[in-house]
């Protein structure tokens, strides 16, 4: 079960909003009544009320709006009880002060902004001590080792018990709470009313990430990354589940660069079967494969593990997807012969995507070139490869037959700036522009190469290319591209961007 929260200034508002969720199907609903501007009118509040509700009334030093004293504070709170409120929740300070009455349900709470204690376990067992129907702790992730303690929390509790880690590192625990035991997770009404630090949407909790449908059987996969809310990822694999009828989830991990060993150890005991990798772990998780295809060690990066029999196993998909991409566009006459041989190759940027397209092409005999606003870095690569590289500056002086956007450079928001421009003036159809962002698809890099009739390969057509890999190394069946396409272009379309 989900709870929504409702943080509003005026009753008619919270009301309306109220049994607006309600009839959406909500089942539970939380009111801040610290968000309200006057005096609260709990009669009006809870009279013909559609669904179970939680009053709260949160404390600013508890992330809360509460301005007025301790006790008007207490008071609300016992006259909440009195008024029939389904739950009420009382910080675990405050628990002893406000006995139980009637049948409101006692959620003994406790937060901090700022660490998930050492002491989870004694500071759960002083609340449930204090007379809890059930125990809610919310503390905020510093690392994704606090996520597994908060885990092992909920499944040892003998006391229903709400384990949340705030942030965007612990959003994992908002989505598998129920897996893991707890009778509800909290979720907002909408992204721009945000309760608390890592929480996400009740829309996006019960159709993308399904959670009322999550269950032990459910198979979990996710991508790890540092951020990772800005990843389209859980969108499209999560739509591609649904298309297929797949009981799956695939999950949001924010993982830091010094937690990542933690983590790939972590997986298989939480339950993750694989996931997708991006920045900044594409190369730093090659280390920790116990098998790894030879792409992966030719490249020196990768964008997949699978966890399999006790194995950790890693797959680039990135350079597959690249090379169909490429293949698909060039022209019969084009591949009737060697198509790569000598092949003049442009690369912008020097990541793992770049890795993995400038590996697969030279690899072809493609002749490729490198440049990045990091020269070192450039240079480290290309004697890698054995290519060459070039200062970024100098990337105007190139002739090249292919152009290789691997920068995210023209990414949202920056939809404004090109990694390369252009002489308009030339009309040049055997140019192939391969531009790998592809949120927005329509880049302004892709925009100015349809001008002067280059080839156009965009980021949408490899990012869903490379998924669909990912997506058969998963689940062991092809993928439902369609699905994909549509959900990554609706999330990446203007009209949508500009809300």
């Not at 007379?131 to 929390?153: G, P, W």
């Not at 092949?343 to 995507?353: N, P, S």
């Not at 072809?364 to 490869?385: I, P, W």
Request: hydrophobic letters at 40%; charged letters at 25%; aromatic letters at 8%.
């Amino acid at each position: 079960m989900i709870c929504v929260s409702i943080g509003r200034t005026r009753h008619k508002h919270t009301i309306v909003e109220f049994h607006h969720l309600a009839s959406q199907g909500v089942d539970l609903v939380e009111l801040r009544l610290d968000f309200i501007g006057r005096a609260v009118d709990l009669g009006r509040l809870l009279k013909d009320r559609p669904c179970p509700v939680v009053l709260t009334a949160r404390r600013r030093e508890d992330g809360g709006r509460w301005s007025k004293s301790e006790a008007d504070r207490l008071v609300l709170l016992r006259s909440a009880i009195a008024a029939g409120a389904d739950y009420i929740d009382l910080e675990a300070d405050i628990a002893s002060e406000i006995p139980r009455y009637g049948n409101t349900k006692r959620i003994v709470s406790y937060h901090d902004f700022e660490q998930t204690p050492d002491n989870l376990e004694e500071l759960h067992a002083a609340m449930a001590a204090e007379d809890a129907d059930i125990v809610k702790i919310a503390t905020m992730a510093n690392r994704f080792e606090d996520n597994l303690r908060m885990f092992d929390l909920l499944q040892n509790a003998k006391v229903p018990t709400i384990g949340i880690c705030m942030g965007e590192i612990g959003m994992i625990t908002r989505i598998l709470a129920g897996r893991f035991g707890a009778p509800f997770t909290y979720a907002t009404f909408s992204t721009d009313r945000s309760m608390a630090p890592g929480q996400l949407n009740w829309r996006q909790m019960t159709e993308l990430y399904r959670y009322n449908e999550i269950t032990p059987e459910t198979r979990l996969f996710g991508v790890v990354a540092d951020p990772v809310a800005h990843s389209h990822s859980p969108l499209i694999h999560n739509k591609a589940f649904i298309a297929d009828g797949r009981d799956a989830c695939y999950l949001p991990l924010r993982v830091p660069a010094e937690d990542l060993s933690t983590f790939v150890e972590a997986c298989p005991k939480i339950g993750i079967e694989g996931v997708s990798v991006t920045i900044p772990h594409k190369e730093q998780a090659v280390d920790l494969c116990d098998q790894a295809e030879s792409a992966v060690t030719g490249i020196g990066a990768l964008n997949t593990l699978v966890f399999s029999e006790g194995s950790v196993l890693g797959y680039n998909t990135d350079y597959r997807a690249a090379m169909d991409c490429i293949g698909t566009i060039l022209t019969p006459e084009e591949t009737s012969a060697d198509p790569y041989k000598d092949r003049e190759v442009l690369i912008l940027g020097a990541g793992g995507v770049s890795r993995a397209i400038a590996w697969g092409l030279h690899n072809r005999g493609a002749k490729v070139t490198l440049t990045s606003r990091n020269l070192n870095r450039s240079e480290h690569l290309a004697q890698e490869l054995g290519a060459q590289f070039i200062e970024w500056d100098q990337r105007h002086t190139c002739k090249p037959h292919l152009l290789v956007n691997g920068t995210p450079v023209g990414m949202h928001p920056n939809v404004d700036a090109t990694p390369f421009e252009f002489d308009r003036k030339i009309h040049d159809e055997s140019l192939i522009v391969f531009d790998t962002v592809y949120n927005p698809e329509q880049t302004l890099l892709v925009k100015h190469a349809r001008q002067i009739g280059c080839r156009v390969i965009t980021g949408v057509d490899m990012f869903v290319r490379q998924a669909c890999y990912q997506y058969k190394l998963f689940t062991g069946n092809e993928a439902a591209p369609r699905a994909m396409r549509e959900a990554i272009k609706e999330a990446t379309s203007p009209v949508r961007i500009n809300r």
